[in-house]
């Protein structure tokens, strides 16, 4: 946010602060005139009344309407990227391309001289590939797909960066790879490499992820919607165990360059995204929760709602369950203390 819209939300909380000294002027007013029956001074009280409410009113939906735009500052930019190709990747050379001389749909017409003919050599023969089946891959490291991720996302997710509002939560691709019989295969020497490029490309995007929410995330992406045992036992063949890591909340696959213990970033959700509460770790529920309380010192219930509005939920019991259990996990590692009139305040 720049120094002006610094200035207008400055501005706006000023005239929150005089719209509801007008009313509480105006109900003064009010309460003396009728005791000393005099109208004009009830005529003037309902003026300040009237007033002020219409002040505070308007000062309240600028300052959240200017916290929605900032927020969705980051799905915009999104949808304004072109749908072809990915962050930092190159141009797609089957999309159409549209610029000076071209038109959707039209093909590209020359105005200058006929290129030269040139006689058309025959095309090569592709060598003969081998049996899918005869070669078991060797095991990948995770690095090669961190390195596919996208560059924003690496740069703002590492533990030693802060933005002042989390960054957008992006999900992995969703395109089909395959089909259901890849995830059925009997011996590891078959099972398709497409299967464990699926996995790793949606633990560096969409990590710390929930293990079954990951063993969902891939296998819908080989046309299945509710996996079998042996399907998930499958694609979890496939996750390295270093990056398992179980919590009282369930058992979360971390990338490999996060450290939850050094992590200090978070995710909100977007507006068109849904994710479930107890799919998200605990040491990003943290971590929400300590930027929430950095602001000023926020009771229980103003720690509660402020999270679950960055997550974009609800506030249920089972949510505020789990919040309650986060917060007394951040507690107890040092990032937040409660004051003895019961607020909390951010410590790291």
Not at 96 to 106: A, C, I, K, R, S
Not at 204 to 211: F, L, Y
Not at 243 to 271: E, I, K, N, Q, Y
Request: proline fraction near 10%; hydrophobic fraction near 35%.
């Amino acid at each position: 946010m720049d120094q002006v819209q610094w200035f207008g939300r400055i501005g706006w909380v000023v005239g929150l602060i005089a719209g509801v000294f007008g009313v509480l002027l105006g109900a003064v007013g009010y309460f003396s005139g009728i005791g000393n029956a005099s109208t004009p001074e009830i005529v003037l009280a309902v003026g300040f009344l009237v007033a002020g409410t219409a002040l505070a009113s308007v000062s309240i939906w600028q300052l959240v309407a200017s916290d929605r735009h900032k927020r969705r500052t980051f799905t915009r930019s999104k949808q304004r990227r072109d749908p072809d190709r990915g962050y930092g990747q190159p141009p797609n050379p089957g999309a159409p391309q549209h610029g000076y001389g071209t038109h959707p749909g039209v093909p590209h017409q020359s105005y200058g001289p006929p290129a030269p003919s040139h006689p058309q050599l025959p095309n090569p023969t592709p060598p003969t590939p081998y049996p899918q089946a005869a070669y078991t891959p060797p095991s990948a490291p995770i690095a090669p797909t961190v390195a596919q991720t996208p560059e924003w996302q690496t740069r703002t997710r590492t533990a030693h960066h802060w933005l002042p509002t989390g960054i957008p939560y992006a999900g992995a691709p969703t395109g089909v790879l395959g089909s259901p019989a890849d995830l059925d295969r009997d011996s590891s020497a078959t099972i398709p490499l497409r299967i464990r490029e699926a996995v790793r490309e949606t633990i560096a995007i969409e990590g710390p992820i929930e293990r079954n929410q990951l063993v969902a995330r891939v296998a819908q992406r080989f046309g299945v919607h509710k996996p079998s045992e042996k399907q998930q036992i499958c694609v979890l063949g496939e996750v390295p165990e270093s990056l398992m890591r179980a919590t009282s909340s369930g058992v979360f696959v971390w990338p490999s360059d996060l450290d939850p213990a050094a992590w200090r970033g978070f995710r909100f959700t977007p507006p068109t995204v849904s994710r479930a509460i107890d799919t998200i770790s605990a040491e990003e529920i943290v971590n929400a929760i300590t930027h929430v309380a950095q602001r000023n010192r926020s009771t229980f219930d103003e720690i509660v709602w402020a999270t679950l509005t960055q997550f974009g939920h609800e506030r249920t019991g089972a949510a505020e369950d789990r919040l309650e259990a986060c917060l007394t996990m951040a507690v107890r590692r040092g990032r937040l203390a409660r004051d003895p009139d019961g607020r909390y305040r951010a410590l790291t």
